[in-house]
Structure formats: C-alpha cells, structure tokens
C-alpha cells in the first residue's frame, strides 16, 4: 500500500502532470476557437435564457469534443509516468523496488498508476476547460443561476459521458505510452509514439475505410455514429487489452534486467 501511495504522488503531483493539464486544457480551448465565435453570435442574436443556453451548449460541447482536444489527449496524457518503468530498468533500480514489494505488485502498481495519471490529467483540464467555458458565457452575469439549474437538469449527465470518455482515452494513450518506451527502447518514444497512433489511425479509417467509424480513435470519444455505450465499450476493451501488453512486456523486461 506504500508503494502504491508513493507511485501516486509520483505519478498525480510533479510538474510532468501539471504540464500535461495545462497543455490539454490550452489546446482544448484553441480548438473552442469556432465555437466562442458560434456561441457570440447566438447570444448576439437572442440574448435571453434560451440563447445563453444554447452558447452555453456549444462552448462545452466543442471545448470537449474538437480535434485538437483529442489530439491534445494522445500527446500529453503521457508525460507524467508512462516513461517511468523503463527510466528504473535501465538504471536498474527496479531490483530495489523489487525487494520492497512483490513481483506482481510491482507489475499492477505500474499498470494502475500508469492508467490513473493519464486519465487524471484529462479529468483535471476537462474540468478546467468547462468551467471556463461557463464563465466565459456569462461574463455579463446575467441569467447565471438559471442557466446552472439548467445545466444540473438537462446537461450534466452529458458532461459526465463525456469526461469519462476522455479519461479512458487519456488512460489508454498513456498505456500505449509505457508500452511503446518498452518495446522500442526509448522513454521519447513513450511521448512521441501515441500521438503516431493516434494519427495513424485516424487518417487510415478516413481515407480508407470511412464507414467503420470504430476504428478512428476520434470516434472513440466523440462521435455522431456510435452509442455512447458502444462508445464506452471500445475504450474499455482496448484499456484492457493495453493493460495486458504492457503487464507482458513489463514482465519481460525484468526478466532481463
């Protein structure tokens, strides 16, 4: 339990994390750029409640949901610990860990660590980011109280799918992080190869196969064709079998150490 402690204030409280937030939470802005502009316009056009409601609508969902926001995702959500394993065996301080705390504990403490930091960071700057988003509505203050009733009543349930979606994927990236600085030897690639992926994929289902929209991580998170459960389901699925290739190769790592 102390270990795990401590590989969790290593992972949630270091400037790696607070970089990762920040880094999201400028590009998720930037890619809201449209959507202020939509929004002004509907408030410029009808200023009373049920406008301040739609901008309000369209700022959250376009801060959460825009290309750069997901991109933003598969690029920093592994800054923060991805990189660790492979940092300590090859300096080899995975043999100290290791008479500290279980062979398997130590492999599960770096697969959930791994998988909370990268989920976190998204959390944090999707929280960030919405209430932004909300202030920047109502800069004039007016209609403040009924617009928040409306948003506990009609799109706080929406916010919650949306922020878990984004926190799988945060978790996701940041296992295919630890996995690539694994596999290929190097903790730059931990950083660098996600975001690869990401926009491997997202190009070949495009040009290639446009109408299986599961296979675009883009669709994973936001999408206008797939449930939300289906949604749900696809991120689940590959966290889980990412959970198990980095357990694997972790495991082979340390044989040869």
């Known amino acids: 339990m102390n270990v795990l402690k401590t590989e969790l204030k290593r992972g949630l409280c270091s400037w790696k994390f607070a970089g990762s937030v920040f880094l ?35 700022l959250l969902q376009g801060a959460s949901q825009s290309d750069l926001f997901l991109m933003a995702v598969s690029m920093t959500a592994a800054f923060s610990y991805a990189s660790v394993f492979y940092e300590e065996a090859e300096n080899r301080f995975v043999l100290m860990s290791l008479s500290r705390t ?6 599960g403490t770096k697969v ?10 998204v959390i944090c700057a999707f929280c960030l980011q919405t209430i932004f988003c909300i202030f920047a509505a109502f800069s004039s203050g007016a209609f403040f109280g009924e617009f928040m009733g409306y948003l506990g009543q009609h799109m706080l349930l929406s916010l919650v799918q949306w922020a878990g979606l984004a926190a799988l994927s945060g978790a996701f990236w940041a296992m295919a992080g630890g996995i690539s600085a694994v596999v290929m030897k190097s903790r730059y690639m931990a950083y660098m190869a996600p975001f690869i992926l990401y926009y491997i994929l997202s ?8 109408e299986l929209y599961f296979l675009s991580p883009k669709e994973w998170v936001a999408s206008k064709y797939l449930s939300v459960g289906v949604r ?19 495991r082979r790592r340390v044989a040869h150490v």
């Open 232 to 250: 749900y389901g696809i991120l689940i699925t590959a966290l889980c079998v990412a959970d198990g290739i980095y357990a694997a190769v972790m």
């Open 24 to 58: 999201i939470l400028l590009m998720g802005l930037s890619g809201a750029g449209e959507s202020f502009s939509v929004a002004e316009s509907y408030l410029q056009m009808d200023g009373s409640l049920a406008g301040l409601k739609q901008a309000g609508w369209i």
């Open 102 to 107: 279980s062979y398997k504990a130590y492999i």
């Open 112 to 121: 959930f660590v791994t998988a909370v930091s990268g989920g976190c960071c």
């Open 203 to 210: 190009e070949f289902q495009s040009r290639y196969y446009p």
